[in-house]
């Protein structure tokens, strides 16, 4: 356990209040890794277990109530359990839940997508974010006839063997643990907003595809300016490169139409997940007519081409799509974007005005929806609640000090309020003024139990 954490007033306060999830902890120890089921849930010592939710908030099974600012990963624009969405489900649950075969709501579902995307002349969808990933860059290899894939260090696109290198480790591009060296070598990773960089990797190789997360790694987390993604976009079009956008996280947030909306740009690939299947499992990647073509077996055969291969036993499956389908069109059909980032910007104030108050050097700062805490860096003075990420390196913005954002978020957790393990998240359009005057509180009390243990100068 972390050595800040002995004899700690935080995890006291936080193991008297979660005695259930403690229990429920100790056994999955004996059935998962680490007793969890996703990387991110990882916490010491121990996460918390959630057994009900509704909009901006969730219960655990203590019956503690939480600020929710996870929101499914990202998942959950319209807050948990929104009634339009929890009716489609219902009604498609009581018409089966697999039918091995082709049926309406996944062409409902694909009509949704469109109607918010031009970009999206045809549309396949998968399971998971990474299987999108995985099928786009296959597809802009295919299509090019290409092998090397241009990414931004820090980016994430999945966990698939492409992409396993330059979200937290292995900026070089050098293989991680089970990976292929040559799979890791027909990768270029290259720092974000560097168009010098960029500008010489596109002109000595010969990229099949460049892809980014449009709004910069973890959603904003290391911000991209919409001028370095318009120049991409030119740029790949001038050297024949595919322009992959990975929206798993920005699609239907930044705007109903995604970042692409937002920013005026039109990629050749995109791809799909997290709002897009309304909070259950779901992605699809969208794009080009003549590139999804290769996945089409009359198309296929007419160009005298090898078709690609794609199966997927839940692809479309009909409750994914009629929760899609649900929650794109209340998006299409309403603010709820607009409305999650106006409440996010108004988070983001009220929470500097605390960090201002408190006089400690810290920031929280984002874009759209999404909101990221800066908790100081070697080097780095700040004024507090005055920080302005734009224009600072990837290795000050994620030099998060390990042990005070872990300390922080167990005090967040026992004052009620569930953020990411980088102190950011997601607000939905669920979250109301009180959501952000009580979240301000939580962090008020957080610092000043950190202050109480000397994690902070009086």
Same mark, same amino acid.
């Given at each position: 356990?972390?050595?800040?954490?002995?004899?700690?007033?935080?995890?006291?306060?936080?193991?008297?209040?979660?005695?259930?999830?403690?229990? +429920?902890?100790?056994?999955?120890?004996?059935?998962?890794?680490?007793?969890?089921?996703?990387?991110?849930?990882?916490?010491?010592?121990?996460?918390?277990?959630?057994?009900?939710?509704?909009?901006?908030?969730?219960?655990?099974?203590?019956?503690?109530?939480?600020?929710?600012?996870?929101?499914?990963?990202?998942?959950?624009?319209?807050?948990?359990?929104?009634?339009?969405?929890?009716?489609?489900?219902?009604?498609?649950?009581?018409?089966?839940?697999?039918?091995?075969?082709?049926?309406?709501?996944?062409?409902?579902?694909?009509?949704?997508?469109?109607?918010?995307?031009?970009?999206?002349?045809?549309?396949?969808?998968?399971?998971?974010?990474?299987?999108?990933?995985?099928?786009?860059?296959?597809?802009?290899?295919?299509?090019?006839?290409?092998?090397?894939?241009?990414?931004?260090?820090?980016?994430?696109?999945?966990?698939?063997?492409?992409?396993?290198?330059?979200?937290?480790?292995?900026?070089?591009?050098?293989?991680?643990?089970?990976?292929?060296?040559?799979?890791?070598?027909?990768?270029?990773?290259?720092?974000?907003?560097?168009?010098?960089?960029?500008?010489?990797?596109?002109?000595?190789?010969?990229?099949?595809?460049?892809?980014?997360?449009?709004?910069?790694?973890?959603?904003?987390?290391?911000?991209?300016?919409?001028?370095?993604?318009?120049?991409?976009?030119?740029?790949?079009?001038?050297?024949?490169?595919?322009?992959?956008?990975?929206?798993?996280?920005?699609?239907?947030?930044?705007?109903?139409?995604?970042?692409?909306?937002?920013?005026?740009?039109?990629?050749?690939?995109?791809?799909?997940?997290?709002?897009?299947?309304?909070?259950?499992?779901?992605?699809?990647?969208?794009?080009?007519?003549?590139?999804?073509?290769?996945?089409?077996?009359?198309?296929?055969?007419?160009?005298?081409?090898?078709?690609?291969?794609?199966?997927?036993?839940?692809?479309?499956?009909?409750?994914?799509?009629?929760?899609?389908?649900?929650?794109?069109?209340?998006?299409?059909?309403?603010?709820?974007?607009?409305?999650?980032?106006?409440?996010?910007?108004?988070?983001?104030?009220?929470?500097?005005?605390?960090?201002?108050?408190?006089?400690?050097?810290?920031?929280?700062?984002?874009?759209?929806?999404?909101?990221?805490?800066?908790?100081?860096?070697?080097?780095?003075?700040?004024?507090?609640?005055?920080?302005?990420?734009?224009?600072?390196?990837?290795?000050?913005?994620?030099?998060?000090?390990?042990?005070?954002?872990?300390?922080?978020?167990?005090?967040? +957790?026992?004052?009620?309020?569930?953020?990411?393990?980088?102190?950011?998240?997601?607000?939905?359009?669920?979250?109301?003024?009180?959501?952000?005057?009580?979240?301000?509180?939580?962090?008020?009390?957080?610092?000043?139990?950190?202050?109480?243990?000397?994690? +902070?100068?009086?």
């Amino acid at each position: 356990m972390n050595d800040t954490l002995t004899n700690s007033g935080v995890l006291a306060a936080y193991r008297a209040r979660t005695p259930g999830s403690a229990a +429920l902890a100790q056994e999955a120890a004996s059935l998962f890794p680490s007793g969890i089921t996703h990387d991110s849930r990882h916490l010491e010592p121990y996460g918390v277990y959630v057994s009900r939710a509704l909009g901006p908030h969730k219960w655990d099974v203590d019956g503690n109530r939480y600020t929710d600012f996870y929101g499914g990963h990202g998942a959950l624009l319209l807050g948990h359990n929104h009634p339009a969405v929890a009716d489609a489900v219902a009604a498609a649950l009581a018409d089966g839940t697999h039918f091995g075969a082709s049926h309406p709501r996944e062409l409902a579902w694909a009509r949704a997508v469109q109607r918010l995307v031009p970009s999206a002349e045809r549309v396949r969808f998968t399971s998971s974010g990474t299987e999108a990933t995985l099928m786009a860059v296959r597809l802009a290899r295919a299509f090019t006839g290409r092998q090397t894939l241009l990414r931004f260090q820090g980016h994430f696109h999945g966990w698939h063997d492409h992409m396993a290198a330059g979200y937290t480790s292995h900026y070089d591009g050098s293989p991680t643990p089970g990976v292929l060296p040559g799979v890791a070598e027909k990768s270029i990773l290259v720092p974000p907003n560097d168009l010098t960089a960029l500008r010489a990797a596109l002109e000595t190789n010969e990229v099949a595809a460049a892809i980014l997360e449009p709004t910069g790694s973890s959603f904003g987390q290391v911000p991209i300016d919409a001028a370095f993604v318009r120049e991409l976009r030119r740029l790949t079009e001038a050297h024949g490169t595919l322009l992959i956008m990975d929206e798993v996280v920005s699609g239907f947030r930044a705007t109903k139409g995604g970042a692409q909306a937002a920013y005026d740009v039109r990629p050749d690939l995109s791809s799909f997940a997290k709002i897009l299947a309304g909070g259950l499992p779901g992605a699809a990647v969208a794009g080009r007519k003549d590139i999804l073509d290769q996945l089409d077996f009359a198309m296929s055969a007419q160009a005298g081409r090898e078709k690609i291969q794609h199966q997927g036993t839940f692809n479309a499956n009909p409750i994914s799509a009629a929760a899609g389908t649900a929650a794109l069109t209340v998006i299409a059909d309403s603010d709820a974007a607009d409305r999650a980032s106006a409440t996010a910007q108004a988070l983001r104030k009220a929470v500097n005005a605390v960090f201002a108050a408190e006089q400690v050097g810290w920031g929280m700062y984002g874009t759209f929806s999404g909101f990221h805490t800066f908790l100081g860096a070697p080097g780095v003075d700040l004024a507090p609640g005055a920080f302005v990420a734009e224009g600072r390196p990837m290795a000050v913005l994620k030099s998060q000090p390990a042990a005070l954002s872990h300390k922080l978020r167990l005090a967040l +957790l026992v004052n009620g309020v569930d953020v990411n393990g980088r102190i950011g998240g997601f607000v939905s359009a669920t979250h109301t003024a009180d959501d952000v005057a009580n979240t301000a509180a939580a962090f008020q009390a957080a610092i000043r139990m950190l202050r109480t243990e000397g994690e +902070l100068p009086e």
